[in-house]
Each structure stands twice: as structure tokens, then as C-alpha cells.
């Protein structure tokens, strides 16, 4: 199954009750697994997390820590922006060159890298003592 196909297939679990905006994640790592992630709302709304979020902690999990791909699908007129704080979420494991794919149900509709989602981002380079 391809990036998108994963994202897809898994944004169909999306808990989307109070937006109704499904969004699915996959993420592919410098072994070559997948792993896939969906968003997941709550009555008390700003506990609610990220298809992005979920991916990367799922990833997290397995022990593994560099991205080598995202792709992040929504039913959306225009190419899913992810989130400010997934973006800064996906930067933390990977290098300002890995691509973030933004597609709608059909397939894939833009390609562009975490570096240009996020410039000048912060990272641990600006904490001391890293
Ligand atoms: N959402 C994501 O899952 N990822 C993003 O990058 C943008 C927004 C979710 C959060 C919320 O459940 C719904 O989309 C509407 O904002």
C-alpha cells in the first residue's frame, strides 16, 4: 500500500463528531514501516489530537524516531495544511528536506517539504547544552 493509501484507509477511525472533519496520517520511517494515525476529538474540546500527533506517537512507540515521509489526507476544496503544532511535531524527526504529501480523498494534491511548511523552525539546536 502506498503512503496515501495508509493515510486514507485510516482516516475512515477519524473521531471527528463535533468538526466532521476527518483527517488520516501516515508517516514513513528510516526502516521503511509505516505507521498511520487519525484524529481524535473530545466533548471537552481541546483535548482533541491530531491525525499528524497520532502517527508520530505511534511511531514513537515502536522505537523508531526519524521520518523519512509524511502524507496527511482530508476531504478539503484545497490541500490540507497541517496544523502549526504539527508541523512543529513532524519537524522534530525529520530533516527540513523530508516531504509532507497534503492530499484529498481523490490522491495526491501537493508536495512540498517540512522545511518550507516551517522555517526558521525551532528545534533543540536553540536550547543550551544540546
Ligand atoms: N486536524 C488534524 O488532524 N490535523 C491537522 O493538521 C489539522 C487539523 C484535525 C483537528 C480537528 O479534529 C479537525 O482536524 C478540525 O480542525
Not at 473521531?15 to 528510516?30: E, L, M, N, Q, T
Not at 512507540?61 to 526519524?66: D, L, S, Y
Request: glycine letters at 8%; hydrophobic letters at 40%; proline letters at 6%.
Amino acid at each position: 500500500m502506498s503512503l496515501f493509501q495508509d493515510a486514507l484507509a485510516v482516516r475512515e477511525n477519524a473521531h471527528a463528531p463535533y468538526s466532521k472533519f476527518k483527517v488520516g496520517a501516515a508517516v514513513r520511517s528510516a526502516n521503511g514501516k509505516v505507521f498511520v494515525g487519525c484524529n481524535v476529538e473530545n466533548s471537552a474540546y481541546p483535548e482533541g489530537t491530531c491525525a499528524e500527533a497520532g502517527a508520530i506517537a505511534a511511531m514513537i512507540a515502536a522505537g523508531e524516531n526519524k521520518i523519512e515521509e509524511v502524507c496527511v489526507v482530508a476531504e478539503s476544496p484545497v490541500p490540507i495544511a497541517p496544523c502549526g503544532g504539527c508541523r512543529q511535531k513532524i519537524a522534530e524527526f525529520s530533516s527540513p528536506d523530508v516531504q509532507v504529501v497534503l492530499a484529498d480523498l481523490k490522491g495526491e494534491t501537493k508536495r512540498i517539504t517540512i522545511g518550507e511548511l516551517l522555517p526558521h523552525a525551532f528545534s533543540n539546536s536553540h536550547l543550551p547544552g544540546e
